[in-house]
């Protein structure tokens, strides 16, 4: 699968159940099947791994997911 997400907020993924969450939009979007996320930059983060940003851009490729 291939997608891509503009004007991300906040972005986190769940290891064990591999689960990524974007927030876009005021809309939280759920992509399984996901097992590494990069992340270029962080402005902001929380300490369970959930990165926020101004407006990022997600580009899903397989089971990889990238932030800038």
């Given at each position: 699968?291939?997608?891509?997400?503009?004007?991300?907020?906040?972005?986190?993924?769940?290891?064990?159940?591999?689960?990524?969450?974007?927030?876009?939009?005021g809309?939280?979007?759920?992509?399984?099947g996901?097992?590494?996320?990069?992340?270029?930059?962080?402005p902001?983060?929380?300490?369970?791994?959930?990165?926020?940003?101004?407006?990022?851009?997600?580009?899903v490729?397989?089971?990889?997911?990238?932030v800038?």
């Open positions: 699968m291939e997608c891509n997400y503009r004007d991300v907020t906040e972005v986190s993924l769940d290891r064990e159940t591999r689960r990524l969450e974007v927030v876009t939009g809309k939280r979007v759920v992509v399984e996901i097992d590494r996320l990069y992340v270029k930059t962080v902001w983060s929380e300490a369970d791994g959930t990165v926020h940003l101004n407006k990022g851009r997600v580009s490729n397989g089971n990889v997911a990238a800038d």
